[in-house]
C-alpha cells in the first residue's frame, strides 16, 4: 500500500470529520510532507464539480475524498485556502503543521477515496480559484435541474 503524507488542521486522534476516526499515520514515517487544506461540500455538488474540473483537460482536480456518513466530498487544496475561503455551502480546513499520512485506503471509517492521492489527473492538490468556479457551476446547473422537476 503505497502513502501520501498530508496535513490536515485537526487533532492527531480525529478523522476528517474530527470525530474520533483513527489516525492514518504519523509524520515521519515514508514519504516527504504534502501540506494541504481541505474543502469539504455536499456530495451532489462536489460530484458535478469533478466532472466541471476533469473536462477541463488539463490536471485540474487533486485528490478528493467522499465521506459517506455525512454525504460529503473533501478536495486537497494548497495550504493558506481556509484563510480566503468563502463559498456559501463549504467549509476549508486550514494545515496546521502536523503531518498525518494517508494511505492510499482512505484514514476513517466510511471514507472511500473518489480520486486518491497520485492518481488523481496528475495534479497534487486542486487549484482553489478552479474549484471555486467549479463549484459555483455545479450550484447553479443543481438549481436549474432541481427547479425542472
Known amino acids: 500500500m503505497?502513502?501520501?503524507e498530508v496535513?490536515?488542521?485537526?487533532?492527531?486522534?480525529?478523522?476528517?470529520?474530527?470525530?474520533?476516526?483513527r489516525r492514518a499515520g504519523s509524520a515521519g514515517e515514508g514519504n516527504a510532507a504534502a501540506p494541504c487544506d481541505l474543502v469539504m461540500v455536499p456530495a451532489r455538488q462536489g460530484l458535478e464539480a469533478v466532472d466541471i474540473l476533469r473536462r477541463g483537460g488539463e490536471p485540474a482536480v487533486g485528490p478528493v475524498i467522499h465521506d459517506a456518513p455525512c454525504d460529503t466530498l473533501g478536495f486537497l487544496v494548497p495550504p493558506g485556502t481556509a484563510a480566503g475561503w468563502d463559498v456559501p455551502g463549504s467549509a476549508c480546513t486550514e494545515t496546521d503543521g502536523r503531518g498525518i499520512k494517508l494511505p492510499s485506503d482512505p484514514p476513517v471509517v466510511g471514507t472511500g477515496w473518489l480520486l486518491p492521492p497520485g492518481a488523481a489527473s496528475g495534479a497534487a492538490v486542486t487549484d482553489p480559484a478552479r474549484l471555486r468556479r467549479a463549484l459555483d457551476e455545479a450550484a447553479r446547473t443543481i438549481e436549474a435541474a432541481d427547479s425542472r422537476s
Not at 496535513?7 to 476516526?21: D, H, K
Open 2 to 4: 503505497s502513502e501520501v
Open 7 to 21: 496535513e490536515f488542521g485537526m487533532e492527531a486522534s480525529q478523522g476528517l470529520r474530527g470525530t474520533g476516526g
